[in-house]
């Protein structure tokens, strides 16, 4: 184990930001785990082979069982679900403007099935005709609502025509609040017509995931009460639900102020809701000990002081990596929980991040969090790039990146590593190396994701410039 040492240790968690008095708690555990590098561990990939069916299952299968069909444009209809289905998950697939000539395609052939017309709108508004979307959108919205198309498919489109209505319209438009409490609605008779499976529970959250940032506290806790009353929703779900809602009511009672400047009453609202929050997400961990979900949310839990006698934030961490080895949000969870500002260390960060390194697992994102982790150090000592030039980094970077040469296929991929490759040798100070590298991405390089480690491409290239001016006039 790396996080903590192999044998038994004390794990120092702070409430210097979080409790009243700035105490430090002590607790002594034994070895809680390390992160799972068999080729059985559960990983992303095994996730998306999960989103996958379930697309099939709503898109083409669903179209089978209750759709407009004819033989004019079944075939069409079926190839158009196909790439649709793909286009959705970011898998790959036909690109909108092709898709949206296939829809067109199937329409003029006679068929008004309402998932074709509801996703004609929406790629409609994808390639920059918005206003002629929306009624499109609409009226495919209606026709789910009305047939016998799983109410998943009619909540998501509920939701996304509201959004389109609050970006054309503004938030005061009537139709913004309107589907929204559709789309509320919907989500919970997803879980009584068979919308989802008991093994796609995860793929219920990611969908969450994706939309909760979006929504205020009440509309969150609209959510968490529709779905705990709903009998048929599952109980791991609720629960874990439940878990977000409190814990973000617990900050929303608190305040984001220093700890000196939050109230009694503050205190206690943040003391209660987060007891709410551990009792379920303790209680969904139970339920299934093999989803990762629940585990990564008691990392907040226990970062706020709140986690139960012996519980600590690496315990929640190898619970959600037992789960699923590369489930990234557990690592963001276990990153900001190790802080010295909550009472972590920046050596415990790099001890992570060798973990992380020394899974091989370059199948995943998970040796690659070494660099993350690296960046997110420099990032917390105010831009100071010593951590990345300590003895041994550059030859761990030299060895993730060739890892992941040798596991990665696709020209993308490939071109967005060697970008992060030129901004690591940037950092380490191999200034020739990085120039090289530079050189050879040309125009190809992903700016976006060199500048995310690296800063400003011009400031770069011209302390590359400057440093290899130097080199030079030192070699002669």
Not at 436 to 446: K, Q, T
Request: negative net charge; glycine residues 10%; proline residues 3%.
């Amino acid at each position: 184990m790396v996080i903590t040492c192999a044998l038994s240790i004390l794990v120092l968690v702070t409430g210097a930001c979080w409790g009243k008095a700035g105490c430090v708690v002590e607790t002594a555990i034994e070895n809680v785990g390390s992160i799972p590098t068999t080729a059985t561990a559960r990983t992303a990939k095994d996730v998306a082979d999960d989103k996958e069916r379930l697309f099939r299952r709503h898109f083409v299968e669903a179209y089978e069982s209750v759709g407009d069909r004819s033989p004019a444009w079944d075939a069409q209809a079926l190839d158009l679900l196909e790439g649709l289905g793909k286009h959705l998950q970011g898998t790959g697939g036909p690109g909108a403007d092709h898709l949206l000539a296939q829809t067109r395609a199937v329409l003029d052939a006679g068929c008004d099935d309402p998932l074709i017309v509801y996703y004609h709108g929406t790629l409609l508004e994808e390639t920059g005709d918005r206003a002629g979307a929306e009624e499109v959108m609409r009226r495919g919205l209606e026709g789910l609502v009305a047939s016998d198309y799983p109410r998943f498919r009619a909540s998501v489109a509920a939701f996304e025509l509201a959004e389109s209505y609050r970006d054309l319209h503004g938030e005061d438009a009537a139709e913004v609040g309107r589907y929204r409490d559709l789309s509320l609605q919907l989500l919970g008779e997803s879980w009584s017509d068979g919308s989802f499976r008991p093994n796609e529970r995860g793929l219920f959250l990611s969908y969450l995931d994706r939309r909760w940032r979006d929504l205020d506290e009440e509309e969150r806790e609209d959510i968490y009460r529709t779905l705990s009353s709903n009998q048929d929703v599952d109980p791991y779900v609720v629960k874990v639900v439940g878990g977000r809602y409190h814990i973000g009511a617990a900050w929303e009672a608190r305040g984001g102020g220093w700890a000196s400047e939050v109230t009694e009453e503050g205190w206690r609202g943040f003391a209660e809701h987060l007891g709410k929050a551990r009792r379920l997400l303790t209680e969904a961990w139970e339920l299934h000990p093999d989803l990762p979900q629940a585990p990564t949310r008691m990392i907040i839990v226990t970062m706020g002081g709140h986690g139960g006698p012996g519980e600590t934030l690496e315990l929640w961490f190898y619970r959600a990596v037992a789960a699923q080895m590369d489930y990234i949000d557990a690592y963001h969870g276990i990153l900001g929980a190790l802080l010295p500002r909550w009472g972590g260390s920046h050596e415990e960060m790099y001890q992570l991040a060798l973990e992380c390194l020394n899974t091989d697992r370059f199948d995943t994102d998970v040796p690659m969090f070494y660099a993350w982790i690296l960046h997110e150090i420099m990032v917390d000592r105010d831009d100071d790039k010593s951590w990345w030039q300590r003895p041994q980094v550059y030859d761990n970077l030299e060895r993730m990146f060739e890892g992941y040469a040798g596991a990665r296929q696709d020209p993308d991929e490939l071109i967005w590593y060697e970008s992060v490759h030129a901004a690591t040798d940037f950092h380490t100070g191999h200034y020739e190396e990085a120039g090289r590298r530079l050189e050879a991405l040309g125009d190809e390089l992903n700016r976006p994701i060199f500048e995310l480690y690296a800063g400003s491409l011009e400031v770069a290239r011209r302390e590359i410039e400057v440093h290899s001016a130097i080199s030079a006039r030192e070699s002669q």
